[in-house]
């Protein structure tokens, strides 16, 4: 029977901070990992524009035949994830990130960066960094998201934005760029629904 791809949100306004909401519910809680397998990360990154479909396709068949080096991989990138994750809960907090987590994304940004170069624009406008895409192998995703993480941690402005959804469960972060800075869910039309749907129940309570 044919295995759908999972279907992944992208609401955290980040790469990375989306990348850290590939767990559901709250970590030391009732979390709900969405990685299960590395298919389950090539689904992630050609949903997040990090893979073109052929590519990705080619990346299924080389985890079908190199099923140990796959669950390395998927261990490399979790390990990642959570890595950013505890990094942007400290810095939310206004504390100093652990150095094994700091140790982890500066591995992989060493590991990545040399697969960045300067080319002329897609839109013939200028330059921009591109990621080559010569000799392109899965563990070559992770760099994109280390790079992210680390483009948002020297922005001081942006971390202080970087909040956690205060849904009953669920451990989503996010960049708070809302107009009034008062963002509380890591989207309206799910955590934010649920509260309001509680809100609404308690007040037709008292009523009665």
């Given at each position: 029977?044919?295995?759908?791809?999972p279907?992944?949100?992208?609401?955290?306004?980040?790469?990375?901070?989306?990348?850290?909401?590939t767990?559901?519910?709250?970590?030391?809680?009732?979390?709900?990992?969405?990685?299960?397998?590395?298919?389950?990360?090539?689904?992630?990154?050609?949903?997040?524009?990090?893979?073109?479909?052929?590519?990705?396709?080619?990346?299924?068949?080389?985890?079908?035949?190199?099923?140990?080096?796959?669950a390395?991989?998927?261990?490399?990138?979790?390990?990642?994830?959570?890595?950013?994750?505890?990094?942007?809960?400290?810095?939310?907090?206004?504390?100093?990130?652990?150095?094994?987590?700091?140790?982890?994304?500066?591995?992989?940004?060493?590991?990545?960066?040399?697969?960045?170069?300067?080319?002329?624009?897609?839109?013939?406008?200028?330059?921009?960094?591109?990621?080559?895409?010569?000799d392109?192998?899965?563990?070559?995703?992770?760099?994109?998201?280390?790079?992210?993480?680390?483009?948002?941690?020297?922005?001081?402005?942006?971390?202080?934005?970087?909040?956690?959804?205060?849904?009953?469960?669920?451990?989503?972060?996010?960049?708070?760029?809302?107009?009034?800075?008062?963002?509380?869910?890591?989207?309206?039309?799910?955590?934010?629904n649920?509260?309001?749907?509680?809100?609404?129940?308690?007040?037709?309570e008292?009523?009665?």
């Amino acid at each position: 029977m044919l295995q759908l791809a999972p279907k992944f949100q992208f609401v955290a306004g980040d790469l990375c901070l989306d990348f850290c909401n590939t767990v559901g519910g709250k970590r030391g809680g009732i979390a709900r990992e969405k990685l299960h397998s590395l298919n389950d990360f090539i689904s992630w990154t050609e949903q997040a524009n990090l893979l073109k479909p052929a590519q990705a396709e080619d990346f299924r068949r080389y985890t079908a035949s190199h099923p140990s080096h796959a669950a390395e991989l998927l261990t490399r990138a979790t390990e990642l994830r959570e890595a950013i994750f505890h990094i942007f809960l400290s810095a939310a907090d206004g504390e100093t990130p652990a150095q094994q987590d700091l140790s982890r994304l500066n591995a992989e940004l060493a590991s990545g960066l040399g697969r960045l170069s300067i080319s002329p624009s897609h839109d013939g406008k200028g330059f921009a960094w591109q990621w080559s895409e010569h000799d392109l192998k899965p563990e070559h995703l992770l760099g994109p998201i280390a790079r992210s993480a680390a483009e948002l941690l020297v922005r001081p402005d942006l971390v202080a934005k970087v909040h956690q959804c205060q849904g009953d469960n669920c451990g989503w972060l996010f960049v708070d760029c809302s107009k009034n800075h008062s963002r509380r869910w890591c989207d309206m039309r799910d955590c934010g629904n649920r509260a309001k749907v509680r809100r609404h129940r308690k007040r037709h309570e008292r009523k009665l």
